[in-house]
């Protein structure tokens, strides 16, 4: 199936045979951020994918019967998963029903937000305190008070949420924070003259907003943030949805930080927790290789992205945008709601 599945792609020009991974960023982001029209993919090829990744929404009686005697922990992306993609990030507002959906998913499971913002940028959107926060693609993270053996003590500190309760701030890349000053003031120097870039600090990475840019100049602009992060060999830079990030070279990723969580919650070692993740983004794709992992050795999780048009992903469910994921979280807390406690049993 997955075979066949491969050659529409092909066949409709979204896979290229011998595809690097090497192959320039801007490019990559590009390819990324296309929509069916612009691809010539059709709903047939959407269709397709669906066999291999089925709607989260129609499979939802399916997913949540497997849910009996275990405590879901909900993790969710921001960008793209909770409010639109917007050409001005300044503008990304999730509506008021999806903060209520979000809320309510809350009161009743363990939920957490792991964004690629900076955490202070995330809480200002969502503006809800029963959920926990995760910036900088996991690199600061407001967890509860508990602190984990296998991490950093010096990275681990304690400190008051805006409601006076005692919580571990986790930043495991704050030695790099001069660092990453630097880089941000000289991109805002260099890409000055270029219309329509926008240099994002999200405190432990930097974002370089590229889609109110003129396509004519991308290539000066991926030239001169190269040029930049070439200087820093301690950081390294990835891609998103028109945008590029500098981030540093540490072992830590979204998955890294849903771990964490799930540490910090108790459930490090439970076999009676189902976690489930939506996300839209490559850098989600991290988080859903660690479910994998919860899979094979718990036997449950949900890994759900977040896509109109087919792509490659390890998520196991999709959802065709936010729309669909508040449907979801709708569905979910309902669902939650005919029962009592934090298990379902």
């Given at each position: 199936m997955r075979r066949n599945l491969l050659k529409v792609w092909k066949a409709f020009g979204f896979l290229k045979a011998g595809n690097s991974q090497n192959k320039e960023t801007m490019t990559r982001v590009k390819n990324?951020?296309?929509?069916?029209?612009?691809?010539?993919?059709?709903?047939?090829?959407?269709k397709s994918w669906m066999m291999e990744h089925p709607s989260a929404i129609t499979s939802f009686d399916q997913m949540v019967s497997k849910a009996k005697g275990k405590s879901i922990v909900v993790f969710l992306d921001y960008d793209g998963t909770l409010s639109p993609i917007v050409d001005d990030p300044d503008l990304a507002f999730m509506s008021d029903e999806m903060r209520s959906a979000v809320r309510e998913v809350?009161?009743?499971?363990?939920?957490?937000?792991?964004?690629?913002?900076?955490?202070?940028?995330?809480?200002?959107?969502?503006?809800?305190?029963?959920?926990?926060?995760?910036?900088?693609?996991?690199m600061d993270i407001m967890g509860p008070p508990h602190q984990v053996k296998s991490c950093d003590?010096?990275?681990?500190?304690?400190?008051?949420?805006?409601?006076?309760?005692?919580?571990?701030?986790?930043?495991?890349?704050k030695d790099f924070l001069p660092a990453i000053q630097k880089i941000s003031n000289v991109l805002e120097e260099k890409t000055q003259k270029i219309e329509g870039a926008l240099i994002?600090?999200?405190?432990?990475?930097?974002?370089?907003?590229?889609?109110?840019?003129?396509?004519?100049?991308?290539?000066?602009?991926e030239e001169k943030?190269?040029?930049?992060?070439?200087?820093?060999?301690?950081?390294?830079?990835?891609?998103?949805?028109?945008?590029?990030?500098?981030?540093?070279?540490?072992?830590w990723d979204k998955g890294c930080a849903l771990e964490y969580l799930l540490d910090t919650l108790g459930f490090s070692d439970s076999s009676d927790v189902l976690p489930l993740y939506i996300g839209d983004d490559r850098t989600d794709e991290d988080a859903f290789k660690y479910l994998l992992k919860v899979i094979r050795r718990r036997g449950e999780g949900y890994p759900i992205i977040v896509s109109a048009t087919p792509k490659e992903t390890?998520?196991?469910?999709?959802?065709?945008?936010?729309?669909?994921?508040?449907?979801?979280?709708t569905h979910l807390a309902k669902w939650r709601n005919s029962f009592s406690g934090h298990s379902v049993d």
């Open positions: 990324d951020d296309c929509d069916a029209t612009t691809n010539g993919l059709s709903d047939e090829c959407y809350a009161k009743n499971f363990p939920t957490a937000i792991i964004s690629g913002r900076s955490r202070e940028k995330v809480y200002e959107f969502v503006q809800l305190t029963e959920v926990y926060y995760a910036g900088s693609h996991g003590a010096q990275y681990q500190i304690k400190a008051l949420d805006k409601q006076g309760h005692e919580v571990i701030l986790f930043q495991p890349a994002e600090d999200n405190r432990f990475c930097i974002s370089v907003h590229f889609r109110r840019v003129h396509e004519k100049d991308y290539d000066t602009l943030v190269k040029s930049v992060v070439k200087n820093y060999p301690e950081f390294r830079l990835t891609s998103g949805k028109k945008v590029m990030e500098i981030r540093p070279s540490i072992k390890k998520a196991a469910y999709s959802l065709r945008d936010p729309s669909e994921v508040l449907s979801f979280l």
